[in-house]
């Protein structure tokens, strides 16, 4: 066996060794290797042409059996090699090199090859694996993942979509407002929008419109955009709170922090250790640190070392430490309130300045000392109560207006015992419900505002009660005595209103001017005597404003002149006017204007121009009056006289024809005569009233006055009428005491008067009645009265019984013209006296004549007193 065949068997082994068989009957799938086929190799290897020399030596190998002419050619090869041939030895052995690095190259390569494929193997198996994972994952829990892959491209929507709607339609899950609270589904979007836009990732936990717990969590993956919709249950949900809570707690220790930080007291934290961890910045200034920062890395301590080490002496105990002490602050000494509150691995410390705040108490001290002795002279009593209910403080004007025990009030009792002890003494305002009324009371104490009412104690008095409630709780008692005030202002409101009625019903207008020249004051005739409008009234215009209005009514406007001058004008010395206008629409005014004490002005206008008028009728008709009255009294005063004269021949005459010594007359003509007598009698006493009337009008009677016995003249008067009796069968009655004595009048007139007042009653009595004359002295007067038993009089009749010519002589067999009683009183009054009346129908007259008992002294008094009358 030779070199080649050495050589044949060196690469069969090789190719053993590599994996390759050289055998064509084994499966190409188990041996990987393809004829005609080169293995995948990477790309510039040189393993393909190595491969290819030794597949071609190889297949040379394998169609060269023992004997064959390859043998003998390898064998002849060797046999040249033999015998030394250099050139040929050269050309084998580098094809034998050749051989074997290619071997080499191929068996590396088909390793590497192999070790390739079992990688990808592996990483396929890894990847399948990773999606089953995936696909576990996905339906583990209820989720939906939406995913874009551009900011323009449709979405990919998966999962389980009744997580969050009924209907399983895919593009309804983008629609959150279906799902969401408005708010937070317009959150929602605007987080999708950035995710989308700029890749800005999100999470946020929601709640659904049907109360269903969501996490929505939104990131770039990949350069695509992620949305993904999971239920949050359980743990998960669990962990979301917290997540919130952590979250809100950061930000409330951040809020605490910057509140901190913004007040003007020191506060700090410490550490486990006890060093400063965190400062505020009061703490930085106060002790004189750069920042906050500063004073932490240089461990600055605010507190002095004993303070420090109480305090941590305390905090070892678990509680807070709380204490007064006196630091250093920015240079200067303060006392500090200090606060130290430990917790379980840190403590935390705030020191209140207390400096201002104990100056502040001492100078409230000292005003309060102040404030007590000046409320013990007020006439207001004041109580204070603090929020305990006690009292704390009273002033003398309490104590003297409750008559209280000043042992009681020293002792500090409640408020409720208190009122309940005034109560039991009857001081306190009755009361239907008294616990209601207390309980109203006390209320005050839950009171912000001050509030004030008025309590009527027994006796009548009333308070002013005020309760105010004080800044640091409890509250402060005012009592005023308002009793006077009340009565005042009580009488002043009615008087304010009963003006402003009296005002307002007024005919007259009425004005009033203040001192700066405008309208205070006005009733409703002011404006509508000036016809001006209410409305401008009401706008308090100036004396010239209402000058320029109503001056076109005036005329030449002096009168309103005059007005300003006195409302508005500068005088030393003011004073009022009345004056008359008459307007140019013919309306007449009095005016007046008075000055009143505040300084103000009172104008007042009358319409007069109805009085004007009829004072001018009145005045022309009163004339017409006088000159008919003197025309009327000097005809009758004429008449009377020429009647009288005739009419006393005839009774002469008719006297002398009934005296036989001038001749006898038989019976019927001494009747006739008789006649005569009588009717020329009475004519005569007519004659004579209507004279003694006229003399009375004219002021021209004369009294002759005398001493009158009062029994003598009732007997004269007596028998004037004696045959005015006997005819008409009337008894009369004269009633005189004894010795009633005398009184100074004129007793022609009194005797004139009885005479009338007798022929009256004669005249209107009936046959068998009684007519009676009586008369009586009482105190200073003489008292005559003459009774009748006739019809009497009516009511109206009395009332014009007096009057001339009236008489009511019906069923009656009265005949006159009615100057009896006129005469009667005017007789009567005359004296100084009175007359009355006293008649009912069907129940007789009573007429009584009273004169006055002293003495008439002389005609001129008589003639002033007729004047006056």
Same mark, same amino acid.
């Given at each position: 066996?030779?070199?080649?065949?050495?050589?044949?068997?060196?690469?069969?082994?090789?190719?053993?060794?590599?994996?390759?068989?050289?055998?064509?009957?084994?499966?190409?799938?188990?041996?990987?290797?393809?004829?005609?086929?080169?293995?995948?190799?990477?790309?510039?290897?040189?393993?393909?042409?190595?491969?290819?020399?030794?597949?071609?030596?190889?297949?040379?190998?394998?169609?060269?059996?023992?004997?064959?002419?390859?043998?003998?050619?390898?064998?002849?090869?060797?046999?040249?090699?033999?015998?030394? &041939?250099?050139?040929?030895?050269?050309?084998?052995?580098?094809?034998?090199?050749?051989?074997?690095?290619?071997?080499?190259?191929?068996?590396?390569?088909?390793?590497?090859?192999?070790?390739? &494929?079992?990688?990808?193997?592996?990483?396929?198996?890894?990847?399948?694996?990773?999606?089953?994972?995936?696909?576990?994952?996905?339906?583990?829990?209820?989720?939906?993942?939406?995913?874009?892959?551009?900011?323009?491209?449709?979405?990919?929507? &998966?999962?389980?979509?009744?997580?969050?709607?009924?209907?399983?339609?895919?593009?309804?899950?983008?629609?959150?407002?279906?799902?969401?609270?408005?708010?937070?589904?317009?959150?929602?979007?605007?987080?999708?929008?950035?995710?989308?836009?700029?890749?800005? $990732?999100?999470?946020?936990?929601?709640?659904?419109?049907?109360?269903?717990?969501?996490?929505?969590?939104?990131?770039?993956?990949?350069?695509?955009?992620?949305?993904?919709?999971?239920?949050?249950?359980?743990?998960?949900?669990?962990?979301?709170?917290?997540?919130?809570?952590?979250?809100?707690?950061?930000?409330?220790?951040?809020?605490?922090?910057?509140?901190?930080?913004?007040?003007?007291?020191?506060?700090?934290?410490?550490?486990?250790?006890?060093?400063?961890?965190?400062?505020?910045?009061?703490?930085?200034?106060?002790?004189?640190?750069?920042?906050?920062?500063?004073?932490?890395?240089?461990?600055?301590?605010?507190?002095?070392?004993?303070?420090?080490?109480?305090?941590?002496?305390?905090?070892?105990?678990?509680?807070?430490?709380?204490?007064?002490?006196?630091?250093?602050?920015?240079?200067?000494?303060?006392?500090?309130?200090?606060?130290?509150?430990?917790?379980?691995?840190?403590?935390?410390?705030?020191?209140?300045?207390?400096?201002?705040?104990?100056?502040?108490?001492? &100078?409230?001290?000292?005003?309060?000392?102040?404030?007590?002795?000046?409320?013990?002279?007020?006439?207001?009593?004041?109580?204070?109560?603090?929020?305990?209910?006690?009292?704390?403080?009273? +002033?003398?004007?309490?104590?003297?207006?409750?008559?209280?025990?000043?042992?009681?009030?020293?002792?500090?009792?409640?408020? $409720?015992?208190?009122?309940?002890?005034?109560?039991?003494?009857?001081?306190?305002?009755?009361?239907?419900?008294?616990?209601?009324?207390?309980?109203?009371?006390?209320?005050?104490?839950?009171?912000?505002?001050?509030?004030?009412?008025?309590?009527?104690?027994?006796?009548?008095?009333?308070?002013?009660?005020?309760?105010?409630?004080?800044? =640091?709780?409890?509250?402060?008692?005012?009592?005023?005595?308002?009793?006077?005030?009340?009565?005042?202002?009580?009488?002043?409101?009615?008087?304010?209103?009963?003006?402003?009625?009296?005002?307002?019903?007024?005919?007259?207008?009425?004005?009033?001017?203040?001192?700066?020249?405008?309208?205070?004051?006005?009733?409703?005739?002011?404006?509508?005597?000036?016809?001006?409008?209410?409305?401008?009234?009401?706008?308090?215009?100036?004396?010239?404003?209402?000058?320029?209005?109503?001056?076109?009514?005036?005329?030449?406007?002096?009168?309103?002149?005059?007005?300003?001058?006195?409302?508005?004008?500068?005088?030393?010395?003011?004073?009022?006017?009345?004056?008359?206008?008459?307007?140019?629409?013919?309306?007449?005014?009095?005016?007046?204007?008075?000055?009143?004490?505040?300084?103000?002005?009172?104008?007042?206008?009358? =319409?007069?121009?109805?009085?004007?008028?009829?004072?001018?009728?009145?005045?022309?008709?009163?004339?017409?009056?006088?000159?008919?009255?003197?025309?009327?009294?000097?005809?009758?005063?004429?008449?009377?006289?020429?009647?009288?004269?005739?009419?006393?021949?005839?009774?002469?005459?008719?006297?002398?024809?009934?005296?036989?010594?001038?001749?006898?007359?038989?019976?019927?003509?001494?009747?006739?005569?008789?006649?005569?007598?009588?009717?020329?009698?009475?004519?005569?006493?007519?004659?004579?009233?209507?004279?003694?009337?006229?003399?009375?009008?004219?002021?021209?009677?004369?009294?002759?006055?005398?001493?009158?016995?009062?029994?003598?003249?009732?007997?004269?008067?007596?028998?004037?009428?004696?045959?005015?009796?006997?005819?008409?069968?009337?008894?009369?009655?004269?009633?005189?005491?004894?010795?009633?004595?005398?009184?100074?009048?004129?007793?022609?007139?009194?005797?004139?008067?009885?005479? +009338?007042?007798?022929?009256?009653?004669?005249?209107?009595?009936?046959?068998?009645?009684?007519?009676?004359?009586?008369?009586?002295?009482?105190?200073?007067?003489?008292?005559?009265?003459?009774?009748?038993?006739?019809?009497?009089?009516?009511?109206?009749?009395?009332?014009?019984?007096?009057?001339?010519?009236?008489?009511?002589?019906?069923?009656?067999?009265?005949?006159?013209?009615?100057?009896?009683?006129?005469?009667?009183?005017?007789?009567?009054?005359?004296?100084? $006296?009175?007359?009355?009346?006293?008649?009912?129908? $069907?129940?007789?007259?009573?007429?009584?004549?009273?004169?006055?008992?002293?003495?008439?002294?002389?005609?001129?008094?008589?003639?002033?007193?007729?004047?006056?009358?």
């Amino acid at each position: 066996m030779g070199f080649g065949k050495r050589l044949g068997v060196a690469i069969s082994v090789q190719a053993r060794r590599s994996g390759c068989s050289a055998d064509p009957r084994r499966p190409a799938s188990r041996s990987r290797l393809r004829y005609g086929a080169a293995p995948a190799t990477p790309v510039g290897s040189t393993a393909p042409i190595v491969s290819r020399i030794g597949q071609a030596a190889l297949i040379l190998m394998l169609f060269s059996g023992p004997g064959s002419a390859a043998d003998i050619r390898l064998m002849s090869l060797g046999s040249m090699l033999d015998h030394g &041939e250099s050139a040929g030895l050269a050309i084998i052995v580098a094809l034998v090199l050749i051989a074997t690095v290619v071997a080499l190259l191929h068996l590396t390569a088909r390793r590497r090859w192999a070790e390739r &494929e079992q990688q990808m193997t592996a990483e396929l198996a890894e990847a399948r694996a990773k999606v089953d994972r995936a696909q576990v994952f996905m339906t583990a829990e209820p989720q939906i993942v939406v995913a874009w892959r551009s900011a323009t491209s449709e979405p990919e929507i &998966e999962g389980d979509l009744s997580l969050v709607a009924d209907a399983l339609v895919a593009r309804r899950i983008l629609g959150f407002g279906t799902w969401l609270p408005p708010a937070t589904a317009q959150s929602l979007e605007h987080a999708v929008d950035h995710l989308r836009a700029r890749g800005e $990732g999100f999470r946020m936990a929601v709640l659904t419109v049907a109360g269903r717990h969501l996490e929505i969590e939104g990131r770039a993956v990949g350069g695509r955009a992620i949305l993904r919709i999971r239920d949050v249950s359980g743990d998960r949900l669990e962990l979301t709170r917290l997540r919130d809570r952590h979250g809100q707690v950061l930000d409330e220790i951040e809020a605490l922090r910057q509140m901190l930080d913004i007040i003007p007291d020191p506060a700090w934290m410490r550490n486990e250790a006890g060093r400063l961890s965190w400062v505020n910045k009061a703490y930085g200034k106060a002790v004189e640190a750069k920042d906050p920062t500063d004073a932490v890395v240089r461990s600055l301590e605010l507190l002095d070392q004993s303070a420090r080490a109480t305090a941590n002496a305390t905090r070892a105990t678990g509680t807070a430490w709380i204490a007064r002490s006196h630091a250093v602050v920015a240079g200067e000494r303060h006392l500090l309130h200090v606060i130290d509150v430990p917790s379980a691995k840190c403590s935390a410390g705030i020191a209140i300045d207390l400096s201002e705040l104990e100056s502040a108490r001492s &100078e409230l001290e000292r005003q309060m000392t102040s404030h007590s002795r000046t409320l013990d002279q007020l006439s207001t009593a004041v109580a204070i109560f603090d929020r305990s209910k006690k009292l704390v403080f009273h +002033n003398s004007a309490y104590r003297d207006l409750w008559s209280l025990d000043a042992a009681f009030l020293d002792s500090q009792p409640l408020d $409720g015992e208190i009122l309940d002890r005034l109560r039991a003494e009857g001081r306190l305002p009755e009361q239907a419900d008294y616990r209601a009324w207390k309980a109203s009371v006390l209320a005050a104490y839950q009171a912000v505002e001050p509030s004030e009412t008025a309590w009527y104690l027994p006796g009548g008095r009333t308070l002013r009660a005020v309760t105010n409630p004080n800044p =640091n709780g409890g509250i402060t008692y005012l009592f005023d005595d308002v009793t006077e005030r009340y009565h005042l202002e009580s009488k002043y409101n009615a008087l304010i209103r009963v003006q402003g009625e009296t005002l307002d019903t007024l005919k007259e207008a009425v004005a009033v001017f203040g001192t700066d020249g405008r309208l205070k004051l006005f009733n409703p005739a002011f404006a509508e005597i000036w016809r001006l409008d209410s409305a401008t009234l009401l706008e308090r215009p100036h004396i010239d404003e209402i000058a320029g209005l109503c001056g076109p009514l005036c005329g030449d406007g002096t009168a309103w002149t005059a007005m300003r001058t006195i409302v508005a004008g500068l005088e030393d010395e003011r004073r009022g006017f009345e004056q008359r206008l008459q307007r140019r629409d013919g309306t007449i005014l009095d005016y007046a204007a008075a000055p009143l004490p505040d300084g103000a002005t009172l104008l007042t206008f009358t =319409n007069v121009t109805a009085g004007v008028n009829v004072e001018r009728a009145l005045k022309e008709r009163n004339q017409a009056l006088i000159d008919a009255e003197k025309i009327r009294n000097d005809f009758v005063h004429h008449v009377s006289y020429e009647l009288r004269s005739p009419l006393t021949n005839i009774i002469g005459f008719v006297q002398l024809l009934g005296d036989r010594s001038v001749g006898s007359l038989n019976a019927k003509q001494l009747e006739y005569a008789g006649y005569v007598t009588k009717s020329s009698s009475a004519l005569l006493a007519i004659i004579n009233d209507i004279l003694d009337l006229a003399t009375i009008d004219i002021d021209a009677m004369e009294l002759s006055v005398g001493d009158v016995d009062i029994r003598q003249i009732m007997d004269e008067a007596s028998e004037g009428v004696q045959d005015r009796l006997s005819d008409a069968g009337i008894t009369l009655q004269i009633v005189a005491r004894e010795g009633i004595g005398v009184f100074e009048a004129d007793g022609q007139r009194v005797r004139q008067i009885l005479f +009338n007042l007798l022929s009256n009653a004669i005249g209107f009595s009936s046959a068998g009645q009684t007519v009676t004359l009586a008369a009586m002295r009482r105190q200073d007067q003489v008292v005559f009265k003459v009774t009748d038993e006739g019809r009497g009089m009516s009511s109206d009749m009395l009332d014009r019984v007096f009057d001339r010519f009236e008489s009511d002589t019906i069923g009656s067999r009265h005949r006159g013209v009615g100057l009896g009683l006129s005469i009667v009183r005017a007789f009567v009054e005359l004296h100084g $006296g009175q007359v009355l009346i006293d008649s009912a129908l $069907g129940e007789g007259t009573t007429v009584t004549c009273i004169f006055q008992a002293q003495a008439i002294e002389s005609d001129a008094m008589l003639s002033t007193s007729l004047r006056s009358h």
